[in-house]
């Protein structure tokens, strides 16, 4: 039983949870649904890992402040389709994935994988 406590199996393991829970963490979301909104603002953003960052205003009637919602796109072609939709209704379907590690992968926690134009 001394090698259970050995350095290297102890390395081992923690890189194999470390492995396991990203591995969880990526394929299982917390929710996913559907928003609309108009896109106030898109961006590629990062210093190392670069990631489309976006705010779309979801207002329900003209004339009330619109609720700004924060969202990450992950796949470029649904990016060069969001940057082509500027300026119409859109209705994002998005996943949303908790507890990720760094902000490597996103700076908000909703990636969106679907865009559809609605009026």
């Not at 406590?5 to 969880?24: C, E, I, Q, R, V």
């Not at 796949?75 to 998005?94: E, I, N, P, T, W």
């Not at 949303?96 to 865009?115: I, K, M, W």
Request: hydrophobic share 45%.
């Amino acid at each position: 039983m001394k090698w259970l406590w050995s350095p290297k199996f102890m390395l081992t393991l923690l890189l194999f949870l470390g492995a396991a829970y990203l591995l969880l963490a990526f394929n299982y979301s917390y929710s996913d649904g559907s928003r609309a909104g108009y896109i106030q603002k898109f961006s590629k953003k990062g210093w190392i890992c670069k990631t489309h960052e976006g705010e779309s205003a979801m207002t329900t009637v003209p004339g009330l402040a619109p609720v700004i919602w924060e969202f990450t796109v992950w796949d470029d072609k649904v990016a060069a389709q969001v940057s082509q939709m500027m300026g119409k209704r859109l209705v994002f379907h998005y996943k949303e994935h908790r507890y990720l590690p760094t902000s490597c992968f996103g700076e908000t926690a909703y990636f969106v994988d679907r865009v559809e134009v609605t009026e």
